[in-house]
């Protein structure tokens, strides 16, 4: 999971797995959060809005142009991992 900008485990280290389901292949496992864990996504969600509530729109333009970059420059990893997940 991806909460307050770091990658964690769910607070009770749970998983699951994930198959491709094409061949039935696991393709990895995935933290299990719970109500717990969602409070915290919550929380993280709520003191990021305060801050990017202050910036201005070419501000925040600028942050999602950024994104955008990174994603075009990594989209294999990405298009790979939803290929295999959708079978």
Do not use: C
């Not at 933290?31 to 409070?39: H, L, P, Q, S």
């Not at 709520?46 to 989209?75: C, N, P, V």
Request: charge should be negative; aromatic fraction near 12%.
């Amino acid at each position: 999971m991806y909460i307050d900008g770091q990658w964690i485990n769910a607070k009770n280290n749970a998983t699951f797995p994930v198959f491709n389901p094409a061949n039935g292949e696991k393709i990895g496992d995935v933290a299990n959060g719970d109500r717990e864990d969602a409070a915290g996504a919550i929380d993280a969600t709520q003191r990021a809005f305060e801050k990017w509530s202050t910036l201005t729109a070419y501000q925040r333009s600028g942050y999602l142009y950024e994104a955008y970059l990174i994603m075009t420059d990594h989209r294999e990893h990405p298009a790979r991992i939803m290929t295999e997940g959708a079978g």
